[in-house]
């Protein structure tokens, strides 16, 4: 980058940017630009490029919608943690002005975003709470969809600490009430949701999410069945102990759903066959199932 462009203000080189992503041709060159200015940001230039980033509009195109809340994830993820957990909130905030876009792309963005602010807080309860917020309030569907994945992927995200516990011990069964609720659409996000909970949170999050995880394997809606096979999954590799105790009833579930059409009943499978090893210790079965799994999402 020459000289001039060095010394043309921050907030100009973004803007310009952000005018070259609202046209086709222009839009890779726009976002290599802007990805090189926010991987080369000095600690002062960090909250200027994020203010001018979350300047974006809802009227935007799509392009500059899903290449602005990339530029954001790319600052949590690339710079020292020291230096981006100030920025947290403002960030989690701008990616949450998109909550409600339906472009899959921007939500896909957003949920980027909101799992590299939460890897970088210092405080996972501060980084959850917006996403949750959102998740607890919102009635467009679209806004529900993305703020549970967005919340799933800082669940997973944020580093396993008494304060995480803490804030997914009160937070869940507020997500089980919000499963029954017919106010709430985006079921099977809400569930992966649930299930990634259970996973980082205590023992009394894993007993009270296990028999909700069960009966959505009953549902009418496949991509429901489907989450909560994988979430089941999850917490078979993770709370084995635990979940010997519902091994019989959670077989007796898969098994009804053994021929699932169009042979989308791998996920339904691999689980019913973690269940059936969980009193053996097949430690070796486990980790081939949790490979498999993970390829095959």
Request: glycine share 4%; net charge positive; charged share 25%.
């Amino acid at each position: 980058m020459g000289t001039a462009a060095r010394r043309e203000p921050l907030k100009q080189r973004v803007n310009r940017c952000l005018l070259k992503l609202a046209d086709r041709d222009t839009e890779a060159m726009a976002a290599a630009e802007l990805e090189a200015i926010a991987r080369s940001l000095g600690p002062d230039e960090l909250a200027a490029f994020v203010s001018a980033v979350s300047d974006a509009r809802p009227t935007d195109k799509t392009p500059l919608r899903r290449h602005a809340l990339r530029a954001l994830a790319l600052v949590a993820a690339s710079h020292p943690r020291d230096a981006v957990a100030p920025l947290v909130p403002r960030i989690l905030a701008a990616a949450l002005r998109r909550v409600r876009d339906q472009d899959s792309s921007v939500r896909a963005a957003l949920v980027d975003t909101a799992r590299a602010a939460a890897a970088a807080s210092v405080s996972a309860s501060a980084a959850l709470r917006p996403l949750t917020d959102a998740l607890l309030h919102e009635q467009d569907q679209c806004a529900q969809l993305a703020a549970a994945l967005a919340t799933a992927a800082a669940v997973e995200a944020s580093a396993l600490t008494a304060d995480l516990v803490s804030y997914l011990h009160k937070l869940q069964p507020r997500l089980l009430k919000l499963l029954r609720s017919n106010a709430f659409k985006a079921k099977p996000a809400l569930i992966t949701l649930i299930g990634a909970s259970a996973v980082m949170g205590g023992d009394a999050e894993v007993t009270a999410s296990i028999p909700c995880l069960r009966d959505a394997i009953g549902s009418d809606d496949w991509a429901a069945r489907k989450a909560a096979a994988e979430a089941l999954a999850a917490l078979a590799l993770e709370h084995t102990d635990l979940l010997t105790t519902y091994k019989s009833s959670c077989v007796t579930f898969f098994e009804a759903r053994k021929f699932d059409k169009v042979g989308r009943q791998f996920c339904l499978g691999l689980t019913d066959a973690i269940f059936l090893d969980l009193t053996i210790g097949a430690d070796i079965i486990m980790r081939q199932c949790r490979s498999r799994l993970c390829g095959n999402r």
